[in-house]
């Protein structure tokens, strides 16, 4: 089946490291978002690309980076990580009638 | 840019009561409402969708309501069920500009015996 998927789907770092999480989807889908979600906040939408090296900030984009160098794949960095950067990220694409279709998350901690 | 807000942040109740999640949202641009189901520990799954030319749309158990005067939409889920327990969340969109969603911050939804 076409999926979403995401690794690491979890992660411990320090503050002060460089992470990279990575999404890869079979769907064939053009749009690709990266979400945040901490408790009681709901998703914040970090970035997204309407296709390859097409890049757009989201709500909450400081902090964060990514890059789009192919269709199927969209990462995300923390060039350097803090502890309130520590959340459940979510990658995601987008069809043509408009569903989001989300990868498994990855669970981040910064320490 | 678009805000949405959702009611209740929690909400309890009785196997085979009904449940109701209301949502409001701020751009009268928006024309695209999706709601989706998050289990604990899994992805938002998409569980029903509206868009703004309709009132309302039903998937058994499960419909959606939409009034675009007063920029509020609703979900509401019949006969529940143990498995209906998770964490709903109700987005909006308007066509064009990425057609970003925008999400409310979640109802946690508990069906009890």
């Known amino acids: 089946d076409a999926d979403v998927t995401q690794t690491p789907r979890n992660r411990i770092t320090k503050t002060g490291k460089r992470i990279m999480l990575e999404c890869s989807q079979t769907k064939g889908h053009d749009r690709m978002y990266w979400y945040r979600q901490d408790p009681g906040l709901g998703l914040q939408l970090i970035y997204y690309?309407?296709?390859?090296?097409?890049?757009n900030k989201g709500e909450i984009s400081d902090g964060y980076s990514v890059s789009r160098q192919a269709q199927a794949k969209f990462s995300l960095s923390l060039e350097s990580a803090i502890p309130n950067q520590t959340a459940l990220y979510f990658c995601?694409?987008?069809?043509?009638?408009?569903?989001?279709?989300f990868g498994p998350g990855t669970r981040l901690t910064v320490l | 840019g678009e805000n949405v807000e959702q009611h209740p942040s929690t909400l309890s109740v009785q196997e085979g009561d009904s449940a109701v999640i209301k949502c409001t949202y701020s751009d009268s641009a928006s024309n695209y409402f999706p709601w989706y189901k998050q289990e604990l520990g899994k992805r938002p799954q998409l569980i029903i969708d509206?868009?703004?030319?309709?009132g309302e749309k039903k998937d058994q158990r499960i419909a959606v309501t939409l009034n675009k005067t007063a920029k509020h939409f609703s979900l509401h889920i019949t006969e529940t069920q143990p498995e209906d327990s998770a964490v709903y969340f109700c987005?909006?969109?308007?066509?064009?500009?990425?057609?970003?969603?925008?999400f409310g911050t979640g109802t946690q939804l508990k069906v009890e015996l």
């Open positions: 509206i868009r703004s030319n309709v």
């Open positions: 995601a694409t987008k069809s043509i009638t408009g569903e989001q279709f």
């Open positions: 690309s309407f296709d390859v090296k097409d890049i």
């Open positions: 987005a909006a969109s308007r066509s064009g500009g990425g057609n970003k969603l925008t």
